[in-house]
């Protein structure tokens, strides 16, 4: 049984982050007390967060970001969702590490994305399997 303990940089949970949940990580962030005062990412990107509050938000709201950030940290096999978003928007595969690293793909991805403004993705039961 994996134990779920330790914390997460909130950056490192957004950087994750496509909008493509329906508002699951502003429903996170909200539950969790955490200021996001734009209305999409957190005001303090160095605040630290236990594992199992992002595990929850992930579970419980939705949040792909949440879910991908658990899937690096532990080492889980299943789909990412950041991947599978980027080949929604941009139509590519295999972009996931480069877009982490690269302001030219998020700015490309940011100009492509509005078409998909509405657009949620549902979250795999593999996610979730892998979360439980």
Do not use: C, N
């Not at 909130?10 to 539950?31: F, I, N, P, R």
């Not at 599978?84 to 030219?104: C, H, M, N």
């Amino acid at each position: 049984m994996r134990t779920w303990s330790g914390e997460i940089q909130v950056s490192d949970w957004e950087q994750y982050y496509l909008g493509l949940d329906g508002g699951a990580h502003q429903k996170a962030l909200t539950a969790f007390g955490i200021p996001h005062q734009d209305g999409v990412r957190a005001d303090e990107p160095y605040l630290m967060v236990p594992v199992e509050s992002v595990r929850r938000a992930a579970l419980e709201f939705g949040d792909h970001a949440a879910a991908d950030v658990l899937r690096d940290r532990f080492q889980l096999d299943s789909p990412s969702m950041l991947g599978r978003g980027l080949k929604l928007v941009l139509g590519q595969d295999g972009l996931e590490q480069r877009y982490l690293d690269d302001p030219a793909l998020q700015l490309r991805y940011i100009g492509h994305r509005r078409p998909f403004a509405k657009h949620v993705m549902p979250m795999p039961a593999a996610v979730r399997k892998a979360l439980a």
